[in-house]
């Protein structure tokens, strides 16, 4: 035992006392630095610090003395490691006494453990002390907020300055009636507080890491809507222009378009659904255009497909844009298009690239997971079409949100197609007391058993006109 911890490097008595020394001003640094933390029994109670401060009781509220804590905890603990770092070097030279006399160490030596060693981490809780903010009195504007909401949960500088709100440049409200915008980042944030940091830590102007899956797990754990970033995003290196609309449609773009370094795939051929490692699991088949070209078009066996023609019949001329919901590759956006209906995708790339997929055929990827109010406004849209996404495994409270969220966007005598919604059969009647509530006009309704215990639930609804 007693190796030293640089095995390689001959350090003298000088270098022992030096870190001795460097060793205690840290200690006096952090103690001097939180003084007034520890006098104001903040470890206690954190109430008493606000007060202490400000003595008005009213100055705490609003003021999140929590993240304040932490920040504060964050601080100490580096300082608290860097001690114990340099406390253990200087024992483990001590026990090497009689070595250390004989050796020397490079000034270049020195200079690196310098930096790496002590410089750094003391910079790092110096940087954590500056950062803290601490409650403005009177509250920040005109409000009661004693701080921006957050900023001391966050560390890194990017983060803070994204959510810091932007005050208008000429001082007047802007044409949203407003005089700053904030920037916001879903509150689930802090919970992946550690990602989140990883994702905004970049510089700023030069080329983001190829990360968009980080992004996309942030998102579809609540972290949505992600903070906007200040770097480029990477291209593939040979992108090709895309085919053109007589072509997209129905061909699988080219492979060199998309990058696929996160994916299982390297091409779009490899996402066949014959390929048991393609990567996704949702859709299987989707990346066939053989297959994908017999959907809604075609005459199937079971009862719950209906056929596109069939729909648009029931609202001749009237159906115009929508929204189709669920995991896919474009296929029914592109045959809607064929009836010159405008329909906006949903997609996230689980697996493989569904969003590039989709934008390559001419149409258009709306990269939004469960976790948002749709971005249309009230009573917009002609049509609702979901298919294969809304299962059995939802949560019943959640779907109630989701169906009040296309509700809200169908305009009166829109229709919502629900196509092939499966789950358990004895679920079924929550489901579909779920979809009823509306009290839509059922064009069709159509329940079809996939197995014993399982079923298929196809409806096409009418929203009614609602005069209040
Ligand atoms: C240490 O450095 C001094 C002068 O720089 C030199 O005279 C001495 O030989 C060195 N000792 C060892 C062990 O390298
Ligand atoms: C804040 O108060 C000032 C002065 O009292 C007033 O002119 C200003 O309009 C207020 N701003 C807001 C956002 O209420
Ligand atoms: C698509 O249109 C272009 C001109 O607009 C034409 O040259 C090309 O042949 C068309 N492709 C097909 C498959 O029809
Ligand atoms: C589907 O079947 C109906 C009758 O069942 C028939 O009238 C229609 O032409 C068929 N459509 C196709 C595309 O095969
Ligand atoms: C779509 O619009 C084009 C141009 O207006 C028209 O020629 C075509 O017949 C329309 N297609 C359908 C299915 O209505």
């Not at 939180?34 to 401060?53: P, S, T, V, W």
């Not at 579809?220 to 200040?230: I, T």
Request: charged share 25%.
């Amino acid at each position: 035992m007693g190796r030293p911890c640089f095995p390689k490097l001959r350090l003298s008595r000088l270098m022992g006392s030096l870190q001795l020394m460097l060793g205690s001003l840290v200690f006096f640094l952090s103690i001097a630095s939180l003084f007034k933390f520890y006098q104001a029994g903040f470890f206690h109670n954190n109430e008493e610090i606000c007060r202490h401060f400000y003595q008005a009781t009213d100055a705490c509220d609003g003021y999140d003395l929590r993240a304040l804590n932490d920040r504060v905890g964050e601080v100490l603990d580096r300082m608290d490691k860097l001690q114990e770092k340099l406390e253990r070097i200087v024992q483990e030279m001590e026990k090497e006494r009689a070595v250390l006399d004989r050796t020397n160490i490079t000034r270049l030596e020195h200079k690196r453990f310098l930096e790496q060693e002590v410089i750094k981490p003391l910079y790092a809780a110096h940087i954590s002390l500056r950062q803290i903010r601490m409650p403005v009195a009177g509250g920040i504007r005109n409000t009661t907020w004693k701080e921006e909401p957050l900023i001391n949960t966050f560390v890194v500088e990017e983060i803070r300055k994204y959510i810091t709100p932007r005050e208008n440049r000429v001082g007047k409200i802007n044409f949203y009636g407003t005089e700053r915008i904030y920037n916001t980042i879903g509150h689930a944030c802090v919970m992946v507080k550690k990602e989140l940091e990883e994702y905004m830590d970049y510089d700023v102007g030069s080329f983001c890491k190829d990360d968009w899956n980080l992004a996309q797990k942030l998102m579809v754990n609540g972290c949505d809507p992600l903070p906007r970033r200040r770097c480029l995003t990477r291209a593939s290196r040979v992108y090709q222009r895309p085919y053109p609309m007589n072509e997209s449609l129905w061909k699988l773009p080219d492979g060199r378009n998309v990058r696929w370094a996160n994916y299982q795939c390297g091409n779009f051929q490899c996402l066949a659904s014959k390929n048991p490692k393609r990567g996704y699991s949702k859709c299987t088949g989707c990346f066939e255009m053989d297959k994908e070209k017999l959907k809604w078009v075609t005459n199937s066996s079971l009862p719950v497909d209906f056929l596109i023609s069939n729909v648009l019949a029931i609202k001749p001329g009237e159906i115009r844009i929508g929204l189709d919901y669920g995991v896919g590759t474009g296929t029914f956006a592109a045959r809607m298009r064929e009836h010159n209906v405008t329909i906006v995708s949903t997609a996230l790339n689980l697996g493989a690239p569904f969003n590039e997929l989709i934008a390559l055929r001419g149409l258009i990827p709306l990269y939004i997971t469960l976790n948002q109010r749709l971005p249309f406004f009230d009573n917009t849209l002609d049509l609702i079409h979901t298919a294969g996404f809304m299962d059995g495994w939802i949560d019943l409270l959640l779907m109630d949100f989701i169906l009040f969220d296309w509700d809200r966007i169908l305009r009166p005598g829109g229709l919502l197609w629900i196509d092939r919604f499966f789950c358990k059969r004895q679920d079924l009647d929550d489901y579909m007391y779920m979809f009823l509530q509306f009290r839509y006009k059922k064009h069709k309704w159509v329940v079809y058993a996939k197995s014993n215990d399982e079923v298929y639930f196809s409806a096409l609804l009418e929203k009614p006109p609602r005069a209040i």
